[in-house]
């Protein structure tokens, strides 16, 4: 929507679609670009509101204050028996880090190519489009794949493509990819015109296609390792873990751009997380336990 009746090109004032933007939006001074932000609020808002107003909730069973210190203790004893289980450690330790690095990939993989190739919000916007078909796609096939050769095989497939997309990645200038092969710089015109951005793209659909199938398969990992009853603990515990160490990955690249000043060998950083992660997949149960967790 934004693409199609908001963001106008700067050279030529409409949309992608062909209109003049909405709201007058003005492209120079990136008006269509910043609406984004509101525009996608009201999104949430909109589509928020149903499971707000017509979702039967249950009252609170006990203060806030209360909830939270019990909470608390719940997170400190499911921890423990973690840490006690070897298979379990290794597979949170192992998502964690793969996973900081997924978070990296989507979070910078668009910024990288803006500044590489000069792309405007279209380019990012039709990217990200790009990126979720394939992840629909996979996501699809893995769902059907989970059943028939286990939660690990996915991940490690995914591992795999995420490593070789970031090796394309990291590799690629304005004229060339993969540490030398060399790229036509003739511009055909259009979105992705030169044969670059095309590499680039290739390498973005394999991002794709592995970040929906290594989230959607670690937790069904998660799922056949641990109690059914005591699940929502678990996967608190999942979250918990996942988010604490989200900045990683950005601040690695961030601190390696710095220091190195170049951005390709910032991005080429992230392989770090998906190598080790899967290091220590490799080496971890499937299901994490084999006598599964106790129960608390």
Known sequence: LILGFMA????????????????????????????????????????????????????????LG????????????????????????????????????????LLLGGTFAAGLFKWEITEIGIYGIILNIAAIFSCAVAGFLDEKIGSKRIIIISLILLITANIGIASTTVSSTLFGMELSMEDGGGLFATMAEKAYIIYGLLVGLAFGPIQASSRSYLARSIPPEDAGRYFGLFALVGRATSF?????????????????????????????????????????????VEKI
Do not use: C, H
């Open 248 to 292: 990683m990955a950005p601040l690695m690249v961030a601190t390696i751009t710095t220091v190195f000043y170049s951005a390709r060998v910032g991005m080429a950083s992230l392989i770090l997380f998906f190598v080790v992660g899967l290091l220590i997949l490799i080496f971890t149960p499937y299901p994490a336990n084999d006598d599964k």
């Open 66 to 105: 209360v909830a939270v210190k019990i909470g608390l203790v719940e997170i400190k004893e499911t921890a423990k028996i973690v840490l006690k289980k070897t298979g379990l450690r290794n597979f949170y330790l192992a998502r964690m880090i793969y996973q900081d690095g997924v978070n990296g990939m």
């Open 8 to 63: 106008a090109n700067k050279e030529t004032g409409v949309t992608l679609l062909g209109f003049a933007p909405l709201f007058d939006l003005d492209p120079n001074s990136n008006q269509g670009d910043r609406i984004s932000a509101p525009f996608s609020a009201l999104w949430y808002l909109v589509f928020l509101l149903p499971m707000f107003l017509f979702t039967p909730d249950r009252g609170a069973r006990r203060p």
